[in-house]
């Protein structure tokens, strides 16, 4: 036998013998897909089929249960979209489902090596001790290289770790995708001369299939530290893929877009920590950018802190990710985000500093704010 | 200016009021993501910024409003993935916003090919008129190659337009991907030859990431009729560039999973039609695989019947698709499934027909049925 990696779900139901049945069917859903009565004997039955490991009833009041199933590690085919699939593949579509939590496995570990650098990693290219990373994105659309490019510069000068590309910009005609990062790691470089800070600059480069590879080594080549990807648009197995790549070399931060109906829902897809934590380790980001709590998303407090947790809790030796709560941050929150994350954190910080007169005092504000 | 596109969203709201300040949120939001205050003026704020066109109560009786907001061409950036993140990155993370329905533009035309196909060509395929489609998979993981391809080879032999991989069917050990394509193309070959039928087999390719399109070839080079792929795994831009690939030629069939929590809230993702019938129409699907309604999947009739709909409504002249409804189909349900849908559709019945003692014969029964 396969050693057998398992996921918890949350399973509405009004009793317990419909929470059995319907995590059954889910064993049999995620894997076999086939009537109960015609699964094949001996591997198909004993290996391959979902097995129901534990049932219990939710501990935190939500009307339902708790049902872990473990999977075989021989369905995983070497292939994170399958592994994928087997956690949520067709279930993701019955309401009333959700994946709490993953345990892990040889197989998946085999697969999945994670990030290859993580928090540490980052404050060392950082210039930095155990204290918070600070993030700024160039934007809006529509500006020209050289107006983005100036923000970067001033970001940078202003004591930002880390410059991104807002993950709306692309390859548009009013700033090329590769004009842009040139400009960009160019405009980055002059103020770290300036500075001597070791600001990075980390375009965006989710685009079309057959070019998120090709922008993100191009990144590479030209001196970008490190790139941004929304996994949700460009498929969950891209940042695993580069992250294995013995010949790329950058650090990975994955962007929410078109995420959201994986986890805003309290009755389908996953539970925050389970998606923007674990699964986001597995896939190798190192920084994970969620919306955080009293912005203008709707995530609560406690579910932000239980992604930071996710991004460092024990993950089968995977290195510790960077939680990068952003959306709606402002000056006057930092002392709330201090309270809540501590430390271990990347403010993302956009919009706010733009609204004031002097972006590169803004920034020097933020960053004491941040150090104070 | 350029030509503008637009997104109907759903807005949870108590008033009108509030409708319309959550409306003019998402126009931000899904552009410039900055303050309004600070859109510079001129081409950013005139040309990208979403502009609200319309506002109106829900006619349908849901809690809320109908809002549609026009885009710039400019800011797709000739780049599918970009529009998916205008008409719903950030703001899929906002509770009680929906995603109705799409209007189309020049931009996206001339990004979004479409279907190469289209139900036209799937049915000459198939060596039939204007009759139903068939299609059945290949399943349970954990079977040999060998047991795979005999249950091809019988469902071509009893009839079934199309055979697939069940979508779970990868690269596992117990049956290569390469091994299992070259057997199954065979089978169905075989009993091809012996009924005279124009059976084609689809394999599976949704996988790693620098695999896909590399499988998908190989399944055009060895003689497959087809292939599928699961959007939401694979990656939102597979299929729309595997549907542009001049070189490539075979039939592209999409498989839901992984998708389900971009449809099954009502307070997250998207309607039905925009979902299953718009999106995968511009990604270039040919025909479309949802769960049908009274299966074990939770879709009502309307919800199937919108999808079935938005698979031929007029769409910027791109070719009618295919919907191919499965999950739980049984030979006692066509009946009530053509009085639904009518003869543009492909039933996808898979578990149903393997627990019949005759597999050729169940098959034969269900094309009997169907064509009655």
């Known amino acids: ?122 404050r060392a290219r950082a210039g930095i001790g155990e204290s918070p990373l600070l993030m700024s994105a160039i934007k809006p659309v529509g500006l020209s290289t050289k107006e ?3 923000l970067a510069h001033d970001f940078a000068l202003g004591g930002m770790h880390f410059v991104k590309d807002d993950h709306g910009l692309v390859d548009q005609k009013t700033s090329r995708f590769d004009e842009r990062l040139r400009a960009c790691v160019e405009a ?11 600001t990075s600059f980390v375009p965006n480069v989710t685009g079309p299939a057959n070019a998120v590879i090709e922008r993100a080594k191009q990144a590479q080549e030209v001196g970008a530290g490190g790139v941004m990807i929304a996994p949700a648009l460009a498929g969950y197995d891209v940042i695993r893929t580069l992250a294995a790549d013995p010949d790329f070399t950058l650090p990975i931060i994955s962007h929410p877009a078109f995420s959201g109906a994986n986890v805003v829902s ?84 956009g919009g706010a500093l733009l609204q004031e007169t002097s972006l590169v005092e803004a920034c020097r504000r933020l960053f004491a704010a941040v150090h104070a």
């Open 148 to 150: 983005l490019a100036g």
């Open 1 to 122: 036998m396969a050693p057998r990696f398992s996921v918890t779900y949350f399973v509405r139901a009004a009793d317990a013998g419909e929470a059995k049945a319907r995590a059954l069917d889910i064993a049999l859903e995620q894997t076999v897909e086939i009537p109960r009565d015609v699964v094949p004997k001996g591997y198909v039955e004993e290996e391959i089929l979902g097995r129901l490991e534990s049932l219990e009833k939710s501990p935190d009041g939500r009307p339902g249960f708790l049902a872990t199933i473990s999977y075989s590690d021989d369905d995983i085919g070497g292939d994170f979209p399958q592994f994928l699939n087997i956690v949520f593949g067709n279930s993701s579509i019955k309401p009333g489902l959700k994946v709490e939590d993953i345990g892990l496995s040889p197989g998946i570990l085999a697969l999945c090596k994670g990030p290859r650098y993580g928090i540490a990693s980052l």
């Open 266 to 349: 309290p009755d389908c897809g996953f539970s925050h920590r389970a998606f923007f934590g674990a699964l986001h380790r597995l896939m190798g980001a190192d920084a994970v950018i969620y919306p955080n709590f009293g912005g203008r998303f709707g995530f609560t407090r406690e579910e932000c802190l239980s992604i930071a947790r996710a991004c460092s809790a024990e993950l089968g030796g995977l290195k510790a990710i960077v939680p990068a709560p952003g959306g709606g941050m402002t000056l006057n929150r930092v002392a709330e985000m201090r309270e809540a994350y501590g430390n271990d954190i990347m403010y993302l910080v």
């Open 188 to 198: 980055v470089g002059e103020a770290n001369a300036k500075s001597g800070g070791k």
